[in-house]
Structure formats: structure tokens, C-alpha cells
């Protein structure tokens, strides 16, 4: 799986839009990005994932750029719940090692009032 | 629909005790997971269930063994707990299928060895 860089720590204002990014430049072409949060003292929660195209749920949006070296994941309007770790994983579709996940430090994200 | 739920929440145990930490999940996903989680740390993979009846170690199996009960249990035990494996655990099962590495996570169990 490829490595992936994100930086350290990030903050953001309450009701701002909080754009994450992550590097992933040696990603292969069938290796997916993932994105997971995990709230202090709780368990890791899944937010989206994509392979090439833009992709937008109820949570989040996640852009990936055309050569697929880095991605952002994009929370719109940030709430003080969204503080957490935020954890970006490369991990390929398929392949004999049954969907095992690789969390690195992740970017604890704060969001201030 | 409960999802993952995890046993006991807390647990203290001396050094040398044995324990077994439950897992169920709900979601008839075939395989599930167990990961533990130090302070500042990210999880790391203890061992994992592709499916029913068949079980593989992850990348710090020592001093642990697991059993997948049926396809809605996994459980973790301890035969002689270290405080070394003071930790938080979690347990975690998988929607398969292609693309879908999405796994959903319990509350995990706070474990302190002592």
C-alpha cells in the first residue's frame, strides 16, 4: 500500500469549510484513497473514499487531483463534533490481504468556536 | 442495528490474569478485525477474520490468540496479561466486496494491565 503524508495538526473556525490534505505520491493506479475520523475516545468512523473522480456524501467531499499524488478531504461547514483525528489511507480494491487498514498519525483537526 | 458491539467497556487486570474481549457485529460482514490503539499512537493490527473459520495474524499477534466463534463473533484473549498490553482495543468488521475496504469500529475496550 502506498505511503501517505498528512500534516500534524490543523484548526479551524466553527462554520468554515475545513480542507484536510493528504500526499499519497506513490500511489499505484488500483489503490483507492480513504478517508476515517476517530473522535476523542471513540471508536475510528469511515467518511468516503474515491479512485480517480470527485466524490461528495452527506459528510464530506474528497477531491483528488488528476495525476492521484494527493487528495483534500473537505468538511463545508465545520462543527466544534468534527474535531477529531482525520486519518487518510491508500489501500488497494482487492488483492489476498482482506481490506487490512494501515492508520498513520492522522492531522488532529480542532475546530474553535 | 447495533453494528459493532464490544465487551466489556473497562477492564483491570493484574499482570499474569487471563481475560477474553467479545466482539459481535450485526451486519452478516465476513470479515472482522481486532486492533489495538496506545496513547498518541495510530491502531495497529492485532489479528483479522477473512471469514468465517479462519483467522490470520496481524502485525503484533504475541501474547494473544483470537477465535471467530461464527460469522457474528470474534473474540480476543489474553492467556497471561503484560502491562504491556495496557491499551485501548478495538474491534471491527468489513463490508466486502471490491472497493469496499470500509470497516466500521466498536466503542473499543479500555484495558489496563497492571
Known amino acids: 500500500d502506498a505511503k501517505t503524508t498528512q500534516p500534524p495538526s490543523m484548526d479551524c473556525a466553527e462554520g468554515r469549510a475545513a480542507n484536510l490534505p493528504c500526499n499519497h505520491s506513490?500511489?499505484?493506479?488500483?489503490?483507492?484513497v480513504y478517508w476515517y475520523r476517530q473522535i476523542h475516545s471513540q471508536g475510528p468512523q469511515y467518511i468516503i473514499h474515491?479512485?480517480?473522480n470527485n466524490e461528495t456524501n452527506e459528510m464530506a467531499s474528497l477531491i483528488i487531483t488528476e495525476d492521484r499524488k494527493s487528495s483534500t478531504l473537505i468538511l463545508p461547514h465545520a462543527t466544534l463534533r468534527d474535531t477529531a483525528v482525520y486519518y487518510c489511507?491508500?489501500?488497494?480494491?482487492?488483492?489476498?490481504?482482506?481490506?487490512?487498514?494501515?492508520f498513520g498519525q492522522g492531522t488532529i483537526l480542532t475546530v474553535h468556536p | 442495528n447495533a453494528g459493532v458491539t464490544q465487551t466489556p467497556k473497562f477492564q483491570v487486570l493484574k499482570t499474569g490474569q487471563s481475560m477474553t474481549l467479545q466482539c459481535a457485529q450485526d451486519?452478516?460482514?465476513?470479515?472482522m478485525y481486532w486492533y489495538r490503539q496506545d496513547p498518541g499512537m495510530g491502531l495497529r493490527l492485532i489479528y483479522y477474520?477473512?471469514?468465517?473459520?479462519?483467522?490470520d495474524k496481524g502485525e503484533v499477534p504475541n501474547g494473544y490468540n483470537v477465535s471467530r466463534l461464527n460469522k457474528r463473533e470474534f473474540s480476543l484473549r489474553l492467556e497471561s496479561a503484560a502491562p504491556s498490553q495496557t491499551s485501548v482495543y478495538f474491534c471491527?468488521?468489513?463490508?466486502?466486496?471490491?472497493?469496499?475496504?470500509?470497516?466500521?469500529f466498536g466503542a473499543g475496550t479500555r484495558l489496563s494491565v497492571l
Open positions: 471491527a468488521s468489513r463490508l466486502s466486496g471490491l472497493a469496499k475496504n470500509i470497516q466500521y
Open positions: 506513490t500511489i499505484s493506479g488500483n489503490e483507492y
Open positions: 474515491g479512485l480517480k
Open positions: 489511507i491508500v489501500r488497494n480494491a482487492g488483492g489476498t490481504s482482506y481490506g487490512k487498514l494501515t
Open positions: 451486519m452478516n460482514h465476513n470479515s
Open positions: 477474520s477473512a471469514s468465517e473459520g479462519t483467522t
